[in-house]
């Protein structure tokens, strides 16, 4: 039996979540000033070196924007952000998205779905592809929803995979807590039943090479997100 060493944030680490975290919930609107660093130190018990460290990394980030002897600002961090604020908002309010972010993700899957399926269509060896039957299967004879979301995350992490495109790879793989959460609150409101048809349609599809019926399904199941009877935002 083995044990993992229980981590916890350092001081400089948990100073720049709480600073992003009152940005994304609003508490600090873009453009607002931030209190001089002294006033940080003392408003939250850190040490001077602590805060700029922090706002160093913050503004890499795209979340402040430091102007010379003019003080620190709240960036528009959607207009400058880079890819850790992106992981910043998934992490938010412990990776759960606010309906905003789930209509954002949802419509970028929209668009790229279809593109993954043709690149697998395209060069993924037959033997790959039909590997994924077993996935299909467990997706069938699942019942318990935590389970399918652990489930369908795999599906489309090995999907993604077979388009040997690292950038869609990683893309998805980063984001695979953030789509079990989004899977989770799709399937308590509707059930598992449009997953399983969804998923075996999408596997029939693919077997048979037809990519464009593949990615009809792909992008129909994830306007289910958004619009109808079984949206979630």
Request: proline fraction near 4%; hydrophobic fraction near 40%; charge should be negative.
């Amino acid at each position: 039996m083995s044990f993992e060493k229980i981590s916890v944030p350092s001081v400089r680490e948990q100073f720049v979540r709480d600073i992003e975290n009152k940005i994304l919930s609003g508490e600090l609107q873009i453009g607002q000033r931030l209190p001089s660093a002294r006033d940080l130190c003392e408003l939250m018990g850190v040490s001077l070196t602590t805060v700029s460290t922090g706002i160093a990394e913050l503004a890499s980030k795209g979340f402040l924007d430091v102007k010379p002897r003019g003080g620190v600002y709240v960036a528009d961090y959607i207009q400058n952000g880079t890819p850790e604020t992106l992981f910043a908002i998934f992490r938010y309010n412990g990776g759960h998205l606010n309906p905003h972010e789930i209509r954002s993700f949802t419509e970028t899957r929209i668009a790229m779905d279809p593109y993954v399926v043709k690149l697998v269509s395209q060069r993924a060896p037959d033997e790959a592809i039909q590997a994924l039957a077993e996935d299909v299967e467990k997706i069938k004879a699942c019942a318990e929803i935590p389970e399918a979301c652990q489930l369908v995350t795999e599906f489309y992490r090995k999907l993604y995979q077979l388009t040997d495109n690292s950038v869609f790879s990683l893309i998805y793989k980063t984001t695979a807590e953030v789509q079990k959460g989004m899977y989770a609150l799709y399937f308590e409101k509707n059930g598992l039943d449009l997953l399983k048809s969804s998923t075996a349609g999408l596997y029939e599809a693919l077997v048979r090479r037809d990519w464009e019926a593949a990615a009809a399904m792909a992008v129909s199941s994830m306007e289910s997100v958004l619009c109808g009877p079984s949206a979630i935002v």
